[in-house]
């Protein structure tokens, strides 16, 4: 992830699960937000897995995927913007492929996306 940083405060967290926009997928939702910090410079990314969905391996299994979706899908992403990836239940022994068509999908509905990824 080349022009990404990642969220760690839960105030940043908070205010974008109050203040973005949030868009529902199969095994992800995404919330985001336009950010004026980060408009030339690249992205911010926050991932969250509830305990509810199992256990800390099965959590950073499912973050691992996540991220490496993301990973694959970042060079479509304009700069500027502010994501927050919750995971949903359905992650739970998702394949990676499914993964990434649920983000790839979800990333297509907010209108983010500047073509299809590779």
Not at 7 to 13: A, M, P, V, W, Y
Not at 69 to 77: H, K, M, N, T, V
Not at 91 to 116: H, W
């Amino acid at each position: 992830m080349k022009n990404t940083v990642s969220l760690k405060k839960d105030k940043e967290f908070r205010f974008l699960y109050k203040k973005g926009v949030s868009v529902p997928g199969d095994t992800v939702v995404l919330y985001y937000r336009a950010n004026k910090y980060m408009q030339k410079t690249g992205l911010r990314l926050g991932i969250t897995v509830s305990k509810k969905i199992g256990n800390a391996v099965v959590r950073n299994r499912i973050r691992r995927l996540v991220r490496e979706a993301y990973r694959q899908i970042e060079p479509s992403l304009p700069f500027g913007y502010d994501f927050v990836i919750v995971a949903r239940k359905k992650a739970d022994g998702a394949s990676f492929a499914m993964v990434l068509s649920s983000m790839e999908a979800v990333f297509q509905k907010s209108g983010i996306l500047k073509e299809k990824a590779k």
